[in-house]
């Protein structure tokens, strides 16, 4: 699955597994990176605990990025990624999108509290992403955690939340910022979820064990972390 | 052990396989004395939810009838109810996959039977639906014990189009199938072994019980 | 009448143009395999449906193409026993012969199995399924079922074809005692013609879709109307000849040393004609051996069936001849038959139709 984009003769290649959540970010800087070095990067999104499985099955991937340290920290743990390689490249954010404005504003619960829109409210699965951890202590410090239990459902990622809620299926879904800054939740309501009530989530590269270009991997995660990329927080 | 994640699998299942039954051996009934032809065309329809990968098929379904879709709306308006996020959309969803196994194997059945048992009991005063309860499908009783193991061994194991039309709730959505991608995605392997034993173990002894069933005998209605 | 079937019906490229009336009493479809037997069948029960004609039993009117009536099958009274009889193989012997039934009460419907099952010598077989049965009680089964509910027209599809020699015989003893007790008109396929004539009233020759011939049962048999009927009928010496004497309403036939008198209108001296003889009726005897071989014909093989022993011979004018010999004769002459024979035509069963057949 990794490799069916065979690159050109001598051109090396990159394969970045990354959190979905990241992967409108990383895209714009893969372009850049491939223009600078002369490499080809292929991203391969999904949810950190997939990816994070096929590193551990010994998928041909080179460098591994998520917003779970947690999943970092397992492969560091199990060798299959470089400890010495680990890069934190940003913090995600965590925003409310809702199809449905409120009237006079309010704060980020305020669609959450408009319980006669509210029929589903999607999360990422927060066994499985950390924006699903996130948005599930958001709700639970907020007090809402418990009234809105039976209307939670789960994505299998922000990307899926998203999705989700753009189709109107989910009425008022938790999703990563850095979706909303790539363009994508366009025609929803979007605000920004107070960053004291939940962990801040630390986005985290890594160069693969078993990488054949480890060099070129670190080159590619070191590039990362010293640009102050879309994916870092947007000052306010 | 997630019980829930097994009693929820077993349900859709089994209502899956009860709505395929009672929509695919009519169909299949009716596809396969259609004239050649309009038979293949038939055939090749209801093989299309078959050969559609499921993320396919569950967008489809979202489109038709997700909360904004035309039925979605109408549905939730008249009776506030929905398919997405429920156990009726898995429901949906496996309804769907399986049915192209079941009319097909069912359809071979009936494509083997003399259409002179047909001609005689319309000789002797029957009705399309008689001879369809008292002639047809007990002649092909075994093709439509073959299809319905078919069909819930589909069921139960139907997962990408659940996951988009019903997503991911516990207790609510959560067959065994999606638990076992949890576990196996969170690396609790131990776990994933256990649930992907049960369901082995639940899902064969059905299709043992289908096939005894088959062995017993035909059913003879007049 | 009992009986009006006009229609014409096609199936793919086939086309079968039919039409008959009986007033009751059974009626023998004779013809070969493809003649269009078995699809008639399905015209008048209406499995097959005519492009156009009628179809009537006791008046009532079960197909009209100009009035636009089509009964469907279930709905014509008409029984229908299949050439493989398609017993339920699922259901029961009294099952099967209930199957009709359905919608009468329970009594009446039980009643009418167990007359079926005392007329036709089912007994103890109520609860065996088809294929437990010898070919014999399938048959019977199958007549059983097509009668329980009491048809205004039963139609029987090669009904002895399926069985072995003595239950075909028994059988169709059997039959010919039912259908006395029967009021329905009944009309039965076959391609055997002892077994028409056993069985039926009214003959019908089919061949090729189309009524070669049609009517009351000695009148087609003996006097076919064409040597294509003759030869469906039987009849299986069809010779050319030449008409050599017209005498007080006799004709007196020449086929190439085989003589014969028919009764044939308009005919000169010297018209060409198909004579026509059935092998039983061509009686054959040893003839000396006087060396010059004038008048008399040769033998070139003979077919030994036990029953009947039938021999080919050579007419003198060239043409071949099949005569049955008489049993006494052949008991009398033993295995070794003599070469030369003399021929003759039993009065009065002759045939001719003016014209050469092919």
């Given at each position: 699955m990794a490799g069916c984009a065979a690159p050109g003769p001598g051109i090396p290649e990159i394969v970045v597994g990354t959190a979905s959540s990241l992967e409108p970010a990383l895209r714009a800087f893969a372009d850049s990176f491939e223009e600078e070095e002369n490499v080809r990067i292929t991203l391969l999104p999904?949810?950190?605990?997939?990816?994070?499985?096929?590193?551990?099955?010994?998928?041909?991937?080179?460098?591994?990025?998520?917003?779970?340290?947690?999943?970092t920290q397992r492969l560091a743990d199990g060798g299959f990624v470089e400890p010495a390689s680990v890069r934190s490249?940003?913090?995600?954010?965590?925003?409310?999108?809702?199809?449905?404005?409120?009237?006079?504003?309010?704060?980020?619960?305020?669609?959450?509290?408009?319980?006669?829109?509210?029929?589903?409210?999607?999360?990422?699965?927060?066994?499985?992403?950390?924006?699903?951890a996130a948005a599930r202590d958001a709700l639970t410090s907020a007090g809402l955690w418990d009234a809105l239990?039976?209307?939670?459902?789960?994505?299998?990622?922000?990307?899926?939340?998203?999705?989700?809620?753009?189709?109107?299926?989910a009425d008022v879904g938790l999703v990563a910022r850095s979706l909303v800054d790539a363009g994508l939740a366009e025609g929803l309501h979007v605000a920004d979820v107070d960053p004291s009530a939940y962990r801040p989530i630390a986005e985290t590269a890594a160069v693969v064990s078993a990488s054949e270009h480890p060099l070129l991997a670190q080159r590619f995660v070191d590039a990362l972390a010293s640009e102050p990329g879309p994916a870092a927080p947007v000052p306010s | 052990m997630d019980w829930d994640a097994l009693r929820l699998s077993l349900q859709v299942g089994l209502t899956a396989t009860a709505f395929s039954v009672v929509v695919g051996v009519p169909l299949a009934w009716w596809i396969a004395r259609l004239r050649p032809g309009w038979r293949e065309t038939a055939s090749a329809l209801v093989l299309v939810p078959m050969v559609l990968p499921p993320t396919v098929l569950g967008y489809y379904l979202l489109q038709a009838v997700g909360r904004r879709s035309f039925i979605g709306s109408a549905l939730e308006d008249a009776f506030g109810f929905s398919f997405v996020f429920d156990w009726t959309g898995a429901v949906l969803a496996a309804f769907v996959v399986s049915l192209p196994f079941l009319v097909r194997t069912v359809q071979a059945g009936f494509e083997s039977v003399d259409r002179a048992y047909e001609e005689a009991a319309r000789t002797l005063g029957r009705g399309e639906l008689s001879i369809f309860?008292?002639?047809?499908?007990?002649?092909?009783?075994?093709?439509?014990?073959?299809?319905?193991?078919?069909?819930?061994?589909?069921?139960?194991?139907?997962?990408?189009?659940t996951l988009m039309i019903a997503g991911n709730v516990p207790g609510r959505t959560r067959t065994m199938s999606i638990a076992i991608y949890e576990a196996v995605q969170t690396g609790r392997?131990?776990?994933?072994?256990?649930?992907?034993?049960?369901?082995?173990?639940?899902?064969l002894g059905l299709l043992i019980a289908v096939g005894l069933a088959a062995r017993k005998g035909v059913p003879s209605w007049r | 009448m009992a009986l009006e079937v006009a229609f014409r019906a096609h199936a793919g490229s086939f086309v079968l143009d039919v039409a008959f009336a009986t007033d009751g009493g059974t009626t023998a479809i004779l013809g070969p395999s493809g003649a269009g037997k078995t699809l008639t069948l399905r015209a008048i029960a209406g499995l097959l449906r005519p492009d156009g004609g009628r179809i009537a039993v006791n008046g009532r009117t079960l197909f009209d193409g100009d009035a636009g009536i089509d009964v469907p099958a279930r709905k014509r009274r008409v029984g229908l026993v299949f050439q493989e009889y398609a017993l339920f193989p699922h259901l029961s012997v009294a099952d099967n012969l209930a199957y009709g039934l359905r919608g009468r009460p329970r009594d009446e419907a039980d009643r009418a199995v167990r007359a079926m099952v005392a007329m036709l010598g089912l007994d103890g077989l109520e609860t065996r399924r088809p294929a437990e049965l010898s070919g014999g009680e399938r048959q019977r089964v199958a007549v059983g079922r097509a009668l329980a509910p009491s048809p205004d027209l039963l139609l029987l599809d090669e009904p002895f074809s399926a069985l072995d020699a003595p239950t075909r015989e028994a059988l169709v003893a059997d039959f010919a005692s039912l259908r006395s007790r029967?009021?329905?008109?009944?009309?039965?396929?076959?391609?055997?013609?002892?077994?028409?004539?056993?069985?039926?009233?009214?003959?019908?020759?089919?061949?090729?879709?189309?009524?070669?011939?049609?009517?009351?049962?000695?009148?087609?048999?003996?006097?076919?109307?064409?040597?294509?009927?003759?030869?469906?009928?039987?009849?299986?010496?069809?010779?050319p000849g030449v008409v050599v004497s017209v005498a007080g309403g006799t004709t007196l036939i020449d086929a190439g040393g085989l003589s014969a008198t028919v009764r044939l209108a308009d005919a000169a001296v010297g018209t060409q004609v198909t004579l026509g003889v059935r092998a039983q009726d061509v009686i054959a005897l040893p003839a000396p051996d006087?060396?010059?071989?004038?008048?008399?014909?040769?033998?070139?093989?003979?077919?030994?069936?036990?029953?009947?022993?039938?021999?080919?011979?050579?007419?003198?004018?060239?043409?071949?001849?099949?005569?049955e010999l008489d049993r006494d004769l052949s008991r009398k002459l033993g295995r070794t038959l003599p070469q030369r024979w003399h021929v003759q035509v039993a009065d009065d069963t002759a045939m001719a139709w003016q014209g050469h057949s092919p």
């Open positions: 999904g949810a950190s605990g997939v990816i994070a499985r096929q590193i551990e099955e010994g998928a041909p991937i080179d460098v591994f990025a998520s917003a779970d340290p947690a999943y490249f940003g913090e995600g954010r965590l925003v409310v999108v809702s199809t449905f404005s409120v009237r006079g504003g309010g704060d980020w619960t305020s669609p959450l509290r408009s319980s006669e829109k509210l029929r589903y409210v999607a999360i990422a699965n927060p066994r499985t992403a950390p924006y699903g239990a039976p209307k939670i459902v789960y994505g299998e990622s922000v990307a899926q939340v998203l999705q989700f809620v753009r189709t109107g299926n | 309860m008292t002639v047809a499908v007990p002649l092909a009783w075994r093709s439509v014990l073959a299809g319905v193991a078919l069909a819930f061994g589909r069921a139960v194991g139907e997962f990408g189009a392997a131990s776990e994933a072994q256990i649930l992907a034993l049960t369901l082995t173990l639940a899902t | 029967l009021q329905m008109p009944a009309v039965l396929v076959t391609h055997d013609v002892a077994e028409a004539y056993a069985l039926a009233d009214h003959l019908l020759v089919l061949d090729g879709g189309r009524v070669l011939q049609s009517g009351e049962r000695d009148a087609v048999f003996h006097a076919p109307s064409s040597p294509a009927a003759a030869r469906l009928l039987g009849v299986r010496n069809l010779l006087r060396g010059d071989g004038a008048g008399t014909a040769t033998l070139e093989r003979e077919v030994d069936a036990g029953i009947r022993r039938t021999l080919a011979l050579r007419l003198p004018g060239g043409a071949e001849i099949q005569a």
